[in-house]
């Protein structure tokens, strides 16, 4: 297991250094610059600007000076928050941002592994045929299309749920979990579903019945063990998409988060805050990865041969 973790460690460290590359070139690419929105200033402070943010070196010395500082543990400084550094504005939003993915994980799980057991054990009937007509429906229906949906339902028409904010109540963040979680229980629903089936035609499955067991314990004691194997290799990228996934989320529903601020970055070509939170994201997926698949290695000891 330590070698696994190690080897795993060692093959991120070019997948990071290939994203900050891309990343950092891409970015240089796009048309306009970081002071390109702000009021006419003379030239001379358009140029002291770019001395001050080493914007006027070329871009291969501009590069090199960002790795440099990046293998330093520095994400540079914001440009469009005077006094303040990447990092800083990281870890300003990551609370609320993991807040609503931990929220949204845990309506997937919960919706997604019920759906799933009840429709592989209710095979071919009701109870399987309309989970999965839904799931399937929110796999297809985008977290854009879904927000505005619930709010104009749970917020303008029944007036119930609040539409905008990440406050202490309860209240503000349902919809913005449901609507982060929907698509990720429904694919955690049809996981579960098939690794159920698959697990619920095995032999030991079949001894356990021949034994008299009832069908709570064999599904809940037996089965669920094994069915839930895909479910678990799902987590790691289910939890890096879904705080991915909440940039769309946190900007309809006004959630001051990590993923408000990466798209705020886009739009005012803030180079260091797009490139530090494009780093911080892949590193978090590259662990939850790994996390993942760590769990499946301990569930299935089978599979460490294979790795």
């Not at 610059?33 to 003379?42: E, H, L, M, S, T």
């Not at 943010?53 to 501009?62: E, G, R, S």
């Not at 303040?84 to 997937?108: C, D, H, K, N």
């Not at 309309?130 to 229906?141: E, F, R, S, V």
Request: hydrophobic share 50%; charged share 15%; aromatic share 12%.
């Amino acid at each position: 297991m330590l070698s696994i973790f190690f080897r795993r460690l060692l093959i991120a460290v070019p997948v990071i250094i290939i994203v900050t590359t891309i990343t950092f070139f891409l970015i240089r690419l796009a048309p306009g610059g970081p002071f390109d929105a702000d009021k006419v200033v003379p030239p001379e402070v358009l140029k002291n600007l770019n001395a001050t943010y080493n914007l006027d070196a070329p871009v291969l010395v501009q590069y090199k000076d960002y790795m440099i500082n990046l293998a330093q543990g520095d994400f540079g400084p914001s440009f469009r928050y005077p006094g303040r550094s990447v990092t800083e504005m990281i870890f300003t939003g990551l609370p609320t941002t993991f807040e609503l993915a931990f929220y949204a994980i845990l309506i997937a799980i919960f919706i997604g592994i019920l759906s799933g057991v009840t429709a592989a054990v209710k095979r071919n009937t009701s109870l399987d045929y309309i989970p999965m007509t839904i799931a399937m429906i929110g796999i297809c229906m985008p977290t854009f299309l879904l927000g505005p949906i619930l709010v104009l339902i749970f917020g303008i028409y029944l007036e119930v749920l609040p539409v905008s904010g990440w406050g202490s109540l309860p209240g503000d963040k349902i919809l913005p979990s449901i609507t982060l979680g929907a698509a990720y229980a429904a694919y955690i629903a049809r996981l579960s579903r098939g690794g159920m089936l698959e697990t619920l035609n095995q032999d030991y499955i079949r001894t356990a019945r021949a034994k008299g067991l009832s069908e709570f314990r064999v599904v809940f004691n037996h089965a669920l063990r094994g069915g839930l194997i895909p479910v678990v290799s799902f987590l790691g990228p289910a939890m890096a998409g879904l705080i991915g996934g909440s940039f769309v989320v946190e900007t309809i529903f006004q959630i001051p988060g990590l993923g408000r601020f990466y798209v705020e970055a886009a739009f005012n070509r803030d180079y260091t805050m797009i490139l530090g939170t494009t780093i911080f994201f892949s590193v978090l997926i590259i662990l939850f990865n790994l996390l993942s698949d760590l769990m499946v290695l301990l569930m299935n000891p089978q599979a460490r041969d294979n790795t």
